[in-house]
């Protein structure tokens, strides 16, 4: 007989989705239902028996799924102890963590999900089957918005899904379901780690009930969560900065005064450069010209004040920045809403959503570095410096004028510095007087949602809604620089400031070139939406199938978001955090789509066959109108075994920020060939460089080109951006034999590419020199246009004071590949200390990926220049899309004892090795890292069930405490003892590690409650 799908039954999949709005929740905690699964029918059923998948819109009885699905269950974050999501998505295979609680620099206190590794902006976040609210001009929603402790569940989908959500699903969707409350719940949870420090805390409460004879029901939450901060400082491993390997050097803490066995620099110094008088202009250091290094044992280019107004050659001085960089950021977050829904009639409905979220956090760097080129007048510094320096700044400033009155004589211009009494020099101060550059940053975002749902006859449904969200952020910077109020203390035009040595400035001075900053981000979403949903009446392939189903819809979208810098910021006269300028922009989209599934039974065999398509015409003219669509198939031939497949074509319109960015400074880690040895021995090479702006005396000679890891460039937005454009594939088995009940098996193999990918222009600083100077070679290429006119007259460096500019380009892909495995299996254990029954319930989930491809192709016109990421770490991976360390293997898995009232859980993550991605270098040769070793965690859980309304928790994560190990030093700095390979030197990304991927903290307690009544 064939099933109808009758008027109440047929909710369109945003509002089924939306467990709290219109449907109840599937139960929880059912004995054979593991915490992490890969499903095949991820979903929540109506009253009907009616599900809609995660990647669907469409109301269908027994509907699976063609794109493999891994859900995330309540009890996952019960027995993790996780307040945060981001704690518990990071830790699934299919997902390459993008900024988490640990990440100070880079980092800017939210958290997001970065699905496969290709990118936060690629990664569709939904809650109850709609688009959430993101919080700047990236358009990158902060997960620390979602309410952990209401969620039901969390799905996350491999491939593409524009054809059913829209622009941004590139790489998948996660969707995150709230559930109904009924009653009142309270909860509460501390977390500490074994060593007293890193404390979290949270408390939520939640009320929800039926109202009007049943015909509504409302569900309120709020909730508060507070973390302390840890500094880097406080674990043996991050305490002292690791690196050297890039320069040659033996892996080294370069430290201040607090290094383990004696000061080896100084906080403070100044480099005083002395070849800016190449007085012919052909790069080279003429006789007379005074390029020469001053007598008296003083490097007037490169010296060193460790005693107040005293010079010497510096060597390899560093300072460590290490101790005063967080290692937790702290947080403060208030989280208040409510849901509700009232029939209004006839089985037309209304509801409501409205969420808001205050999140205040901290983040901490060390004490402000000035670097760049000064005018010093000598008057204004003879009281800081002792004799001999004076003398040195006189020779100098006796060159400079002679050398300009060589190029008058030449026929060129003048130096800049030519008169007497005035020299131009390169500078480099720790600001260490003004204390940490801390930012604060405070997020204030709210959504509102109404809509209404119902029946059309007898067959169909509709669903229509209209949704508003808002965040605001302010930002207060403390701890930078003014430029010019810097150069006014040093050329006489303002409050002298002696800068010649540690703890020199003295407070007046420091007021008289501090500057406090500010910047904020408005970002709104709007989003209008309708759905028509239903079948084609009771029509059927055979008597056996449920009907052809369908849903077509109409939806409007309209983003708009601005970057608003203070007058510091904006004119690039701030020195301490990045300087940029204003961003303001907004677009809309009209859409129209459809999906279509049509089922088809005959015996025991079943085929499942779906399309779905999308028209979208965009306001941006180089976007304009695009189509997206999407077809699947399964096929069961017994009820054991389903096969899966689907296609999907998606889209990404470029954001706000890649369209319309004002530009900004940034210093990203990069490498210049012109400092390189091989740039002193390839003529071409040589050549490409004193033809881009380097002195000839200069070329190979890294000390000079290249005055630290960084290099800085200008980024910015380009309005004629066009869409990004994505190809996926998966194809799959479930296996759920009868024979081994509670068992079921999920293999999927996945294939994502995307073309026509927006990235930096060049790849970026590092890959653009790169392919510069190493493949083009080419002054004429635009590639090399971009270092040519930016590098420094006298030494040939890219600095601050004229960084190169890198807008957004159309001009980069991504691929990436493997297979996933999910396996769940529940059954009973003959033995119980808790129940008379003489057993209890075990539980087993394993979530694991093989990523085989994983690779970034950074500019077009080089399709050989190809970065692969998988199973790879380092500098080069770090500045693609995968950022992190992407291992080949990564599983989690957990084991459940449930006896009656008490469970025992053990989770077991694992991260398989890594190789470092930079062939040229071998690290281990200076006593770095070439592979970081394959890494294991091990968590427990006990929680017991008191009564009916409360519920006591308990475990430990990093049961075995494994952490990366403490460097030991020898009497100069050395490392002479590396305990395990987590600890980096150059390839870090941050606290000598990478602290989202690798565990920080250690062993670590948590204890919670829930009551409920």
Not at 186 to 203: M, P
Request: glycine fraction near 10%.
């Amino acid at each position: 007989m064939t099933n109808r799908l009758n008027k109440a039954a047929l909710l369109t999949g945003t509002i089924i989705a939306g467990a709290v709005v219109a449907t109840p929740a599937m139960a929880q905690g059912a004995p054979d239902e593991p915490a992490i699964e890969a499903s095949q029918d991820a979903g929540v059923a109506n009253e009907e028996g009616l599900i809609v998948v995660t990647g669907s819109r469409i109301a269908r009885r027994d509907l699976e799924s063609a794109a493999p699905i891994a859900v995330v269950n309540e009890e996952e974050f019960e027995l993790s102890g996780a307040v945060n999501v981001e704690n518990v998505i990071n830790t699934l295979p299919q997902v390459v963590p993008g900024f988490t609680s640990n990440s100070n620099n880079p980092g800017n206190g939210t958290a997001s999900v970065n699905l496969r590794g290709l990118g936060e902006t690629r990664t569709m976040v939904l809650v109850n089957g709609r688009r959430w609210m993101f919080y700047d001009t990236n358009q990158t929603v902060d997960l620390n918005t979602i309410p952990q402790f209401l969620l039901d569940s969390v799905d996350v989908v491999t491939g593409g899904a524009s054809a059913v959500y829209g622009s941004d699903a590139l790489s998948g969707v996660v969707n995150f379901r709230l559930r109904d409350v009924e009653g009142v719940e309270l909860g509460g949870q501390y977390s500490i780690t074994e060593r007293g420090d890193a404390r979290r805390f949270e408390v939520s409460g939640a009320i929800g009930t039926a109202f009007a004879d049943g015909r509504g029901n409302a569900t309120v939450y709020a909730g508060y969560y507070n973390r302390d901060s840890l500094f880097q400082g406080d674990r043996d491993f991050s305490a002292f900065a690791l690196g050297g390997e890039s320069t040659d050097d033996p892996l080294q803490q370069f430290g201040s005064s607090t290094v383990p066995f004696g000061r080896i620099n100084t906080p403070g110094s100044i480099g005083i450069s002395a070849t800016a008088n190449d007085a012919n202009d052909n790069g080279q250091c003429d006789p007379g010209e005074g390029c020469a290094v001053l007598g008296q044992g003083l490097v007037i280019d490169d010296a060193v004040f460790d005693n107040a107004g005293v010079g010497r050659a510096r060597t390899g001085d560093l300072y460590n920045y290490a101790p005063v960089n967080y290692l937790q950021l702290p947080q403060e977050r208030y989280l208040l809403g409510g849901y509700a829904d009232y029939e209004i009639g006839n089985g037309h409905r209304a509801y409501a959503e409205v969420s808001y979220v205050n999140n205040r956090v901290d983040a901490a760097l060390a004490a402000t570095p000035v670097t760049g080129t000064f005018n010093i007048d000598l008057a204004t510094i003879q009281p800081f410096v002792d004799a001999a320096t004076f003398a040195a700044f006189q020779e100098l400033d006796q060159r400079e004028a002679d050398a300009s009155a060589q190029r008058v004589a030449n026929g060129l211009d003048p130096l800049a510095s030519a008169e007497l009494g005035t020299v131009s020099t390169f500078v480099q101060r720790r600001i260490v007087e003004t204390g940490l550059r801390e930012n604060l940053d405070e997020r204030n975002a709210f959504r509102v949602l109404g809509g209404l749902t119902g029946p059309i006859g007898e067959y169909l449904n509709y669903d229509a809604y209209y949704m508003y969200a808002r965040t605001r952020n302010a930002q207060v910077q403390n701890g930078n620089i003014s430029r010019s109020a810097f150069q006014a203390g040093l050329d006489g035009t303002g409050t002298p400031i002696n800068i010649f040595g540690p703890n020199t400035l003295t407070p007046e001075q420091v007021d008289a070139i501090t500057i406090r900053a500010q910047n904020g981000d408005i970002s709104a979403l709007q989003v209008a939406s309708a759905v028509v949903s239903g079948t084609l009446g009771d029509f059927a392939i055979t008597a056996e199938s449920d009907p052809i189903a369908f849903a077509v819809g109409t939806e409007y979208r309209k983003v708009s978001s601005q970057f608003i810098p203070d007058t510091a910021l904006a004119s690039g006269d701030v020195i301490g955090f990045n300087a940029g300028e204003p961003t303001q922009g907004e677009y809309d989209v009209k859409e129209f789509f459809a999906e279509l599934a049509i089922p088809v039974r005959f015996g025991s065999a079943t085929l499942d066959l779906t399309g779905a398509a999308r028209y979208s015409d965009y306001s941006l003219d180089a976007v304009g109108g695009v189509w997206t669509y999407a077809g699947g198939v399964e096929f069961s031939p017994i009820r054991d075994v389903t096969i899966r497949g689907q296609y999907q074509r998606a889209i990404r319109a470029p954001n706000v920020g890649e369209l319309f960015g004002g530009s900004s400074i940034g210093f990203p880690a990069a490498t210049d060939p012109c400092g390189q040895d091989a740039a002193a021995t390839d003529a071409t090479i040589r050549a490409l460089c004193i033809a881009t702006g380097v002195p000839s005396g200069s070329v190979g000679d890294a000390d000079t080109i290249q005055l630290n890891t960084q290099i800085p460039g200008l980024f910015g937005g380009n309005p004629n951006l066009e869409e990004e454009t994505s190809d996926s594939y998966t194809a799959g088995i479930v296996l759920q034999p009868r024979f081994i009940p509670g068992l079921s098996v999920t293999v999927d193999y996945f294939d994502i590419t995307i073309e026509n990918a927006i990235s930096t222009f060049g790849g970026g600083v590092n890959n653009a020199l790169r392919l510069c100077y190493n493949q083009v070679q080419d002054i004429n290429d635009p590639l090399c246009q971009a270092f040519d006119g930016f590098r420094d007259p006298t030494t040939g460096a890219i600095t601050v004071d004229n960084p190169p500019l890198f807008l957004q380009a159309n001009a980069a892909s991504l691929k990436t590949s493997g297979v996933d495995l999910g396996v769940s299996y529940g059954t009973a254990i003959p033995f119980s200390l808790f129940t008379d029954t003489g057993e209890q319930r075990f539980q087993f989930s394993f979530l694991g990926t093989w990523t085989d491809t994983a690779s970034f192709t950074p500019v077009a016109a080089f399709p050989d220049e190809v970065t692969e990421c998988a199973g790879k770490f380092g500098t080069t991976c770090s500045a693609t899309p995968f950022g992190q360390p992407v291992p080949e293997y990564k599983w989690t898995s957990r084991f459940n004892f449930i006896d009656g009232p008490m469970t025992t859980s053990i989770r077991w993550r694992h991260i398989g090795s890594v190789q470092d991605d930079d062939p040229s270098t071998d690290y281990t040769a200076f006593n770095g890292i070439e592979e970081i070793d394959a890494y294991d965690l091990v968590d427990v859980t006990f929680s017991f069930a008191a009564n009916e309304m409360l519920t006591l928790t308990a475990g430990v994560s990093n049961l075995f405490d494994t952490l990366p190990g403490n460097p030991e030093f020898d009497a100069n700095g050395i490392v002479t003892n590396r305990p395990n390979s987590l600890l980096l030197g150059d390839n870090q990304e941050q606290a000598n590690t990478y602290p989202s991927v690798y565990d920080v903290l250690g062993r670590d307690y948590f204890v919670s409650a829930t009551l409920k009544f």
